[in-house]
Structures are given as C-alpha cells and as structure tokens.
C-alpha cells in the first residue's frame, strides 16, 4: 500500500535542544513537503523539495532544515527548538506536476510540543 | 502571492440538509484541491481539479471549480453525521509546487 510514514508520533523538547523529524515515503514520489498545522491557521507549508538533491523554501521556513539526498526520504530538522514551534507537522508527497494523479499523501503527523 | 480564503469557519447542519462551502482565491491557480481531516488525525484527499468547469462527485460530495471567478465550492447533499470533520481547499500558485491552504471549514452534522 502506498504509504508515508512520519517519526516520532510525539516529542516534547526543552527550548534550545534541537532534533530531526523523519519522513519517508514508499511511491516514488519526486514530491515532497513539510506543514506544520496549528489551530486556526490551516496548513502553512516549512519546506519542499522536487526531487533529490533539490530543496527550496515555503512560507514559514526560519528555524527549519532540510535535506533530501534519496527520493524516499525528507528529513525536517529543528536547528534549536523554541515554544512557538510547538505545532502538529505534517509530512506529504506526491508525483511533480503531469506525472501522475496529482493527488498529495499526507504522512500521520508529530506533534511536538516545545517547553 | 496566493491565498486562499474558506468560507464559512464553521458549520452546524442539520441531518439530511444541504450545504455549501466557499473556497475564494486570489491569484490564478492551476489547480485546487479539497481535503478532508477528522480530529486528531492526517489528510485525505477527497478532490483534485485541475482544469476551469472541472466537477468532481464522491458520494454526498461534489466540488466544482470556477477559475474565472477564482472559486471553488464543495457541496455537501443531504448531510450526514459521518461527514462530520474538517475540510480544508488548498489552491497552488500557476506553475508553481507550492500548496496554500484555507484555514479550514469545522463541519459539524447534528441528527
């Protein structure tokens, strides 16, 4: 089954520690994001990347790393953890454009929380 | 720069009544997709429209795509209880890979 997979499911992290959430996907997708979702605000995209090697920035992309040297993996990492940081992130792939159903995956999110 | 305006926030509805929600953009976007979230939980996918005129149907639900207008609604027939959720509309710039979401609409069907 086609599948994203996000890790950890929870993490709670003291301020300044930093950490890398994991994101991997099983469909090939060249394709891939990074959300974070927080109450009221809807989904704001962090970071994406089209394919290996190649990343670019969102619209909320301070604090935030990433790197994508395999197709399948899209690692986002905290460079030093702060409170409002404290969000659900949402991992999501999907084919680039004109190469498939352009329907987006959605990973099961990581709630992290930022004391 | 894109963005994406949902309207209503919130929905009560009744069982059995019919319902529209409003998804407004505001630059030209290439295509426009419908999500659906319960609570605690990921996305779904529910609709993919890529093309002006595009209407798509699952069950109780229809969406449908204006670019000339630059609106997308999603209309919910005879509601009920399990359609209860969030939906959100996310529209992506032409040309563009980024994805801007609505805030979300909170759909809650009473019996």
């Known amino acids: 089954n086609a599948d994203v997979t996000q890790t950890p499911k929870f993490q709670v992290l003291k301020t300044g520690q930093s950490m890398t959430l994991q994101c991997a996907q099983d469909m090939n997708h060249e394709y891939m994001s990074w959300y974070r979702q927080d109450p009221g605000m809807g989904l704001r995209l962090i970071h994406y990347?089209?394919?290996?090697?190649?990343?670019d920035q969102g619209e909320v992309p301070n604090g935030y790393n990433v790197s994508r040297s395999t197709t399948e993996d899209f690692p986002l990492r905290l460079l030093s953890a702060a409170p409002s940081q404290t969000s659900v992130y949402f991992c999501?792939?999907?084919?680039?454009?004109?190469?498939?159903?352009?329907?987006?995956?959605f990973g099961p999110g990581t709630r992290l929380t930022v004391l | 720069e894109l963005k994406v305006e949902q309207n209503p926030l919130f929905l009560s509805m009744q069982e059995g009544k019919n319902y529209t929600i409003y998804c407004n953009y505001s630059?030209?976007?290439?295509?426009l997709y419908w999500y659906r979230q319960d609570p605690g939980k990921s996305l779904e996918s529910l609709f993919v429209?890529?093309?002006?005129?595009a209407v798509k149907q699952e069950g109780r639900l229809m969406a449908s795509l204006d670019t000339k207008a630059r609106l997308s609604t999603l209309h919910i027939t005879a509601a009920v209880h399990d359609l209860s959720a969030t939906y959100f509309c996310?529209?992506?710039?032409?040309?563009?890979?980024?994805?801007?979401f609505g805030k979300g609409t909170k759909l809650t069907v009473n019996p």
């Open positions: 990347s089209v394919g290996a090697g190649i990343t």
């Open positions: 999501a792939s999907r084919p680039v454009l004109g190469q498939g159903t352009d329907t987006q995956y």
């Open positions: 630059t030209t976007s290439d295509r």
């Open positions: 996310a529209g992506a710039q032409g040309g563009s890979e980024k994805l801007v």
């Open positions: 429209l890529l093309s002006n005129g």
